[in-house]
C-alpha cells in the first residue's frame, strides 16, 4: 500500500467525528491494506511494534524536530519548528506546513517518479531506526530520519512525525480498531441475531442505507477482543480475523514470551465477596510491583504491568525462577522489596529496583527483592486462562510448592475470618488483602468484579505530567512545581482530536532537592514548549499524587482541583494510559 493512501485515510479519520463512521472508515481501510495489513493496523494506533514489545525507536521531540527542519530547507532551523510548534500546538500538524519537496531534486517535478513512500518502506525504516545502537546512533537516527521526511508530502509528514513520537491523534484507540477488524472481517461470519446481521437484511428494503454506518456484531467484537487481550498484537490479530476467521481467533493462545494483559481488580468488601460468590479466595495484597513471569523451560523473561521487559534489573527473580521451574510456564504475581528479616519494605524500596539499566548488581545488595506469585496462566503446555482460580492457584503451587514465592490463599464464607485474615496482613506490613471469586476465570485487561482489592484509605491519585514550572534562584536550573492531569478515557471524549488529558492541580511539595534534580532529568526530554518559567511537558511520567479532598474548581481543566497535593512518588510501573482517570475523580469526588 502506498503511503499516500495511508495519510489521505488518516486525515478522513481525523475529520469524521461520529464513532461508527469512524469505525467503517478504519474497516475500509483494513480491507484495502493486502499484505500490509498488520502493519497499517498499527500505525492507525501510532505504533511501530505490537503493544507487548518494549522496542523504542529512540527518537525524542529534539531529534524529531532537528529532522524535520533538515528537510524542511536551508533557511528553517530547529528553533523555528519549535516556535510554530508553540503557535500551532501539535507536531504533525506543524509537519504538514513544510513543503519538503525542494529537497527532493528533479525526481519531485517528474510526477510519478517511482519514488514514493509505501507503507511496507516506511516501517522498514522506522524499524532500522529502532535497531541503531552505539557510536553516532543519535545522527545515524537523525539521517534515516531526514531521509523519510524528505521524501513525504503534508499529510504523509503528517502522520510521520506522529508515528515518531507513537501518538496518532485521529480518534483511532483500541475500542475501534477492535469494532473495525471485526466489521472488516468477520461480519457475515455466523454468529447470533447481530446488531450486523439486521442492518444487512435492512440493506434491501432502504435504498439509502448503503450510507448508514454499520456496527459489527457483539459476538465478533468479543472474539476479537478476547484475541487482542490475550496477545497484545492488533496487527496479528487483524490479520487472524482476515484469514482464518472467528475459528482461528479462538485458536489465539497464551505464547510463553508474550506478555498477556494483566487481570485487574476493583474496590470491594468482605460482605459483597461472600453475598456475590458464597465464598472468597482471600490472599495477601503484596505492596510491591505487577509482574508477569514467562519460563519457556530454559530461559526466563520479567514483564512489568504495562508490558515492559523488566528482566534484566530483577537477575535475582529470575535467578529463582530458572532454578524452580522445569517446564514452560506464565506466572503472574508482584514483586516485592524485603528487609534482611524477611518482612516487607515500601512499596518505593521495588521501584528503586524495577527499570534500573545501571548499576544492576550494586542495587542488588542495596535492595533485596522476592517473587510473590498468585496466578498461573499457563503450565507445561497448557493454558489456564479458562479455568478456575482455584485450579489455576492449586497449579501455582505444584510448580512453586508451599513457599514464600506463593500467596497463601484461604477460601472462607466467613467475614469474621476474612477480618482476621486481613488485621494479620495489615500487621505484618502488608497493603491489605485481596478477594477472588474462587471459580472465577483469568480475564486479561479487565477491571471487573471478580477481584476485589481492601486496603486501608491512604488518598492518592495516580496523574500524569503535562507541564512544570522552573524554580526560583538556587533552584533555577531545577523543575520544581508540577501540573499534573486526568486522563480522559476514549469514550468520554466528544471530539476525536479533543485533549486526553485534564488538569487537576499543581504539587509542588514532598519533594526534597535531590529528588527535584532526577525529576528534573527525568522530564527534560519530555518538554514540548517553554513560556518564561513555564514548560508544556508531553504526558509520558506518572505521578502518586496524596490529596485531601476533590473539589470543585474553575482554575482547571477537568473543573477540579486537590486540597493540599502532595507528591508521594514516580508511579514506575505505570504509563500515562494507566494513570487514573477524569471519570474516577468525578467518582471520588462525588462520593466524598
Ligand atoms: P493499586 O495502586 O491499589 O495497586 P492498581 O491500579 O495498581 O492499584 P489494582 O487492580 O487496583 O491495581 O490492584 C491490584 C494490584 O494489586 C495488582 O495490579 C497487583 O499489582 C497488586 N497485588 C498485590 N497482591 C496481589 C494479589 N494477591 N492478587 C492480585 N493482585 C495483587
Not at 485515510?9 to 472508515?25: F, H, K, N, Q, W
Amino acid at each position: 500500500m502506498q503511503f499516500a493512501a495511508l495519510a489521505a485515510r488518516a486525515e478522513e479519520l481525523e475529520a469524521e467525528p461520529g464513532d461508527l463512521a469512524t469505525i467503517g472508515l478504519a474497516a475500509d481501510l483494513f480491507a484495502e491494506a493486502d499484505e500490509d495489513l498488520p502493519t497499517v493496523v498499527r500505525f492507525l494506533q501510532g505504533r511501530v511494534f505490537p503493544a507487548w514489545d518494549s522496542t523504542t525507536l529512540d527518537v525524542g521531540p529534539a531529534l524529531l524536530h532537528e529532522a524535520i527542519a533538515r528537510a524542511a530547507g536551508q533557511n528553517v532551523t530547529a528553533d523555528d519548528v519549535e516556535a510554530d510548534l508553540a503557535e500551532i500546538g501539535e507536531i504533525g500538524a506543524v509537519a504538514a506546513t513544510y513543503d519538503f519537496g525542494g529537497q527532493r531534486g528533479l525526481g519531485a517535478f517528474a510526477g510519478d517518479d517511482g519514488d514514493d513512500l509505501t507503507v511496507a518502506e516506511v516501517d522498514e525504516t522506522l524499524r532500522e531506526i529502532a535497531r541503531v545502537t552505539g557510536d553516532g546512533s543519535e545522527r545515524r537516527r537523525l539521517d534515516t530520519l531526514f531521509g523519510l521526511f524528505n521524501r513525504a508530502s503534508p499529510s504523509e509528514a503528517k502522520v510521520l512525525a506522529r508515528l515518531v513520537l507513537g501518538e496518532m491523534r485521529i480518534g483511532v484507540g483500541e475500542g475501534t480498531v477492535r469494532d473495525a477488524v471485526a466489521l472488516a472481517f468477520l461480519d457475515g461470519e455466523t454468529g447470533d441475531e447481530s446488531e450486523a446481521g439486521e442492518a444487512e437484511a435492512d440493506d434491501g428494503d432502504d435504498e439509502d442505507s448503503d450510507d448508514e454506518p454499520i456496527s459489527p456484531a457483539d459476538d465478533a467484537v468479543a472474539a476479537v477482543e478476547r484475541a487482542l487481550q490475550v496477545s497484545n498484537d492488533y496487527g496479528m490479530v487483524a490479520e487472524v480475523a482476515r484469514e482464518d476467521g472467528r475459528a482461528g481467533l479462538d485458536d489465539i493462545g497464551l505464547e510463553v514470551g508474550r506478555p498477556v494483559q494483566a487481570m485487574l481488580a476493583q474496590a470491594g468488601t468482605a460482605t459483597e465477596a461472600v453475598d456475590d460468590w458464597g465464598e472468597a479466595a482471600v490472599e495477601t495484597k503484596f505492596d510491591g510491583a505487577r509482574v508477569q513471569v514467562h519460563h519457556d523451560g530454559e530461559g526466563t523473561r520479567l514483564f512489568s504491568r504495562n508490558m515492559d521487559d523488566v528482566t534484566d534489573p530483577l537477575p535475582e527473580v529470575v535467578e529463582f525462577v530458572d532454578r524452580e521451574l522445569d517446564g514452560p510456564a506464565v506466572l503472574d504475581g508482584e514483586i516485592v522489596a524485603v528487609a534482611d528479616d524477611g518482612s516487607p519494605c515500601p512499596f518505593q524500596e521495588v521501584l528503586r529496583r524495577f527499570r534500573r539499566k545501571y548499576d544492576v548488581e550494586r542495587m542488588r545488595d542495596e535492595v533485596r527483592v522476592e517473587l510473590r506469585a498468585f496466578d498461573c496462566l499457563h503450565a507445561d503446555g497448557e493454558d489456564l486462562l479458562d479455568a478456575s482460580l482455584s485450579e489455576r492457584h492449586e497449579r501455582l503451587e505444584e510448580l512453586l510448592g508451599h513457599t514464600d514465592a506463593v500467596s497463601d490463599l484461604t477460601v472462607t464464607d466467613d467475614p469474621e475470618e476474612i477480618a482476621e485474615i486481613e488485621d494479620a496482613a495489615l500487621s505484618a506490613g502488608h497493603e491489605g488483602i485481596m478477594l477472588k471469586d474462587p471459580g472465577s476465570t483469568y480475564a486479561p485487561g479487565k477491571r471487573g468484579r471478580n477481584w476485589l482489592k481492601r486496603k486501608p484509605d491512604v488518598e492518592t491519585l495516580d496523574l500524569v505530567v503535562t507541564g512544570a514550572e522552573w524554580g526560583e534562584g538556587r533552584r533555577a536550573n531545577l523543575l520544581g512545581t508540577f501540573l499534573v492531569s486526568a486522563r480522559i478515557e476514549e469514550a468520554d471524549r466528544t471530539d476525536a482530536t479533543d485533549d486526553a488529558y485534564a488538569t487537576l492541580g499543581k504539587v509542588a511539595t514532598g519533594i526534597t532537592d535531590e529528588r527535584l534534580e532526577s525529576l528534573t532529568e527525568r522530564l527534560e526530554p519530555h518538554i514540548v514548549r517553554e513560556e518564561g518559567q513555564t514548560v508544556d511537558i508531553e504526558p509520558a511520567v506518572v505521578f502518586e499524587v496524596g490529596y485531601e479532598e476533590i473539589q470543585r474548581s474553575p482554575t482547571y481543566s477537568s473543573e477540579y482541583a486537590l486540597r493540599f497535593p502532595r507528591f508521594v512518588d514516580v508511579r514506575e510501573d505505570k504509563s500515562p494510559s494507566d494513570a487514573d482517570t477524569l471519570a474516577r475523580v468525578e467518582r471520588l469526588a462525588d462520593g466524598q
